[in-house]
């Protein structure tokens, strides 16, 4: 027989033609797109030998290639694990959240190759973008944005919403992060301001055009069981671990990827403690929640993100860690409620804790850092080099610099709020407000006859009719 | 009491003896094979030191070490945790997707490390095989190929049986990849042919000769559940994600590497979105199948892993994921079933969709755009460097080169074909029809008790008699 | 209604003061002792540049970063996934298995940074202590052994207990270790010694305190089900894949990483084959028990710790991976049991069986390969190279050194065991017998709704009263 969960399909719901439609025009066209306008760069392109010798390159091991895909794999890791999985903590949504997560990113990433590569590496010469290792990585940084953005409105979208969720926030994320990174020339090595104070408020923008008043139509799926707890922990567990990775992928060779590692590795742990701590200590008996040890431990990553490069200190991190652990955890006890109450935003995942927050935080640390640096402390040189001090910058110094990343703050958070405002998404599918938070509205879901438990299926088995006629 | 689950033994799954036996007596010889064989190769002995004197290397990180060791670990990870948990799909052969596919990795990796040596790291000065980092990753590789025949008969062997085709298999495998890279001069850097299309059509070809007309006798257990196929998604993206680390594992230090790493995430990509796209297309309601996603996703990493290594461009990436999401995804849907019913060839895991297919598919592209290579888009001295023409293959063109790689592709057939049809399996503790698939044969398996939901271990521990007597 | 598995609350186990407390003042205490002493070393600050300048060193990717981030990350998923999820396998523990590793890890390696610093990297200029990536790595070997003891009394401590285990771990550790290394100059790659030998002890020896004799009360709760089992499989395989990485992480550049990571690849592989071989020999059936597959198989990799920067040629390591596997598995089937019911000693995850066995074994190991080094073997260079016989060790051959290591094994064995006995933990919220091995004590569970199978949800919705009143 029908099992209660097997709800009746709503005829809305049916992505038959418009998801293999999207999938196919989209792939299609970026084949065009690429066939047009991409090649290797100097050091993924067979001429690289030439290249080498032209320019003195005594080994193969100076390409750029050695000195960052250790690090492109560990960003990966945290975007199609980490991510995804940390989304598994729904009762039934798991299918969804490491699905969508999938088909999102692998979309986002082709998108953003371009986007980015139009701005960044688009080779004068001949019209081409030439990419390399660099280009992956800030690809799978530009999904990072989207894929925050997916946290707020977890198992509420149909995947072909989503995937125009991230067609649109690709292109805002390439445009925000062109006048934040080159025409203001702020850094931002880890994304504080660029990825996640920018995905976090478009997510919750478009969280809050997507309000649904009758969302707890659905609240009996909107939790964890057991084990998707445990699932869940494994994408906090990769995030948390790679997050050294994520901070330095892109920072500069040498000191700049070493110190931004060694920074994020102790504002992590820093903010562990706190969140424990507040977590046990806002519990009625003390006892540990694990929607703020999946979530809000990982702040001090997001927090630490654009000052990650500089001269932080190793407890400036500790700092940073310390309080956005207390922050994101209180965020989830206080604020995600009074958010989804007064300000209609219902953020599933808590990505106003977890992103939002930490990340504004992280471009006010990384504004006051870079304002307070001094020659003394970084040395002449190491003050040009971390702050590119160079060519048409050569002039300025580090108190107009932390201007600049306060107004790239700003960038980060117009670009989110405003972007998720006037992307109204239509009806392409979404779900009903009873069927959100469920996989069967867009996957086949196997029959769980094997949790039935023996006794059970005992007697269900051998008088079929006992428990049927009742 | 006895829950339904439980099967009475047979007698002929014991494996008490047989396994054991098998481990031992293999493990003693590889310990003395290794001692009169093995030595490190001077890069990983304690004379490197002399070496980079008298060979001017300036620095240790020219060391062959640092250019692979991170995607060694890729790779490895990609044997034990992708392929082990990809299948653990079956809701009740988990232990023995990822257990025996621990126990065949180990296994195969000391076997090939001696096979692979004979033919590629013996030292003739003194007849011993000299081993490094990169002797490591083609052990991993060769495991690859016996792991993806796993596939195909998931369930339905013994692990008895499973280290008998992995002898068989590694020393297969070994000549044939001598024949292919060696004798023919074929470039295969990600195994399309030497690895995928070996690997699945030895499987196939055991699982042919293993029919077993009365299998559906346990088709209750030859699906999936809920959680089952959340922890196949594991293996997929670990599979996903360090495919570029396959890819490039053992190319070209520089731009090889660099390149065989962008092509191999583009083409990834491509295949998410036509494999999804496919999915929901041929549902009936649309609905997306995990099957599809947990598989097809990867076809088009098996696709580009030959032409990895060329001037595929990134297009030309996109292009091959394109095609191998659909046609893996195809394969699954309407393929399957006629391999099953008409050619009797029963395939756990669908090995022929996700590497038989995409591997031939590798092999043409490898071929067709290596005998489109030209000095213009390569650079002379890419040219050579890429295809190794130089010593007795000095005056190799590529239009001949595209010959020897569609040579090396029929080798690839003919000794994954011909090696699992000669390969006759006796009966060593294979499990009976209606044991198939079933963990317990195997494996001391815990009872679940945790399982019952409160109200029925109410009703049981309070009113113990009261089921018990219906 | 309340099910039969929440138990009444005592009171006892009440953590919401005495948790937030330690973590907070810790945390504090961390900041401002960072402030005091903890700087970035040459190669992390932005001094960098006029270091290599000064220096004559030619490129950025001589920077240690890049001979040693790889391995460092490695080694920091083996600590975090490997070691929490190793723990998961008991059916309700999972939480505090993953959750409470990642805080006794995030709080230790702050401490470790600390101790470890004061003792190897104090730079006596400025009385600063001076990180760069070797210290990240040494700061998670620290915690590893704090969360080998952790192994010995999962389910039986509360996490204050727990971290007051490790701030008194990480001390004894530091000041073992700097014994070992400094002092007697012996040399430890991988820490069978300082490491697995010390923290083995150390969990056992706290366990023996703890002794429990009612502990058969929470019997019920001491084992695993079919899913948890799978959870600790993702633990077992991510130590045992980066296993190579942890004996390397800190070896020395060029030949000493390769060969460590190479023997220890060897070593685990043999592990395996005699893990599986002794596993099914000793079931009554023939059967693989997972309690084995999940541990046994990772003791080469402790074994061969010692000596892996050794000549100890590739059969050398795997004759050590073959005699352990098989040791383990018989302390898993003999030994564990006579520990509890003679010794006294309750050890929940086998720490003896993969840890002080193996670990006892490669410090024996590394004494009597460094005790038979020769110049013959080694390469005058290769000799003081691997055995640092510089400086004021510049005149020890290696027979002496083979004493010396024999003697850092007694050390670590002392420090082990008489730092456990020493430190005799108060009931600082300790769970009470009959509520070991329950996530309930700690945490917040979920209610397990979904698990109610369909036909009994239907029965208990339709007709509320109808169990209700039974």
Redesign the interface.
Known sequence: ?Q???HHP?ISNT????S??AV??V???S???L??VF???NE????????Y?KENNI??????????R???F??V??MI??GF??LM?FL??Y??GA??FN??VA??G??WALLMQGWFHSLDYTDGKIK???EN?INADFCVAGCLIAYGAVLGKVS?VQLLVMTLFGVTLFAVEEYIILNVLHAKDAGGSMVIHTFGAYYGLSISWVLYRPNLDKSK?LN?????S???A??GT??L???W??FNSAIAD???G???A??NT??A???T???T???S??F?K??????VH?QNS?LAGGVAVGTAAEF?L???GS??VG?FCGIISTLGYIYFSPFLEEKLKIQDTCGIHNLHAMPGVIGGIVGAISAAAATNT???D???E??FDFTGPFAKRVPTIQGGYQAAGLCVALCFGIGGGLVLKLPIWGDPADENCFDDE??????E????????????????PN??AD?
């Open positions: 027989g099992s209660p969960r399909e049916n992505i038959k033609w998801l293999p999938c196919f989209w792939q299609l970026m084949i065009i690429f066939g991409v090649r290797y050091e993924s392109d067979t001429h690289w030998v030439d080498r005594t080994s193969d091991i100076e390409n750029d290639y050695y000195f895909y250790p690090s794999q560990d990966h890791v199609f694990v995804g999985f598994t009762k039934r798991s299918f490491v699905g999938f088909l692998a979309f990433i082709q990419i390399g290792i992956l995947p009996h939790g964890s069981v057991y084990h707890d445990v699932f922990m494994i567990l990769f948390w671990m790679f050294p990775s060779h040498g000191d990827q070493h110190r590692a060694i590795y102790l992590l742990a820093s562990v403690l706190t424990v701590a507040m046990s200590l519990e008996t003390g006892k540990l929640d694990m040890i431990t001269m200190s190793p407890y500790l700092i310390f402390v970084y040395g040189l190491g003050l080099n971390t509205i867009y996957w086949e879901v196997p769980d006859e094997e949790s039935v438990p023996p006794i059970l299926a005992y007697n269900n088995h051998m008088i006992k428990h009742m």
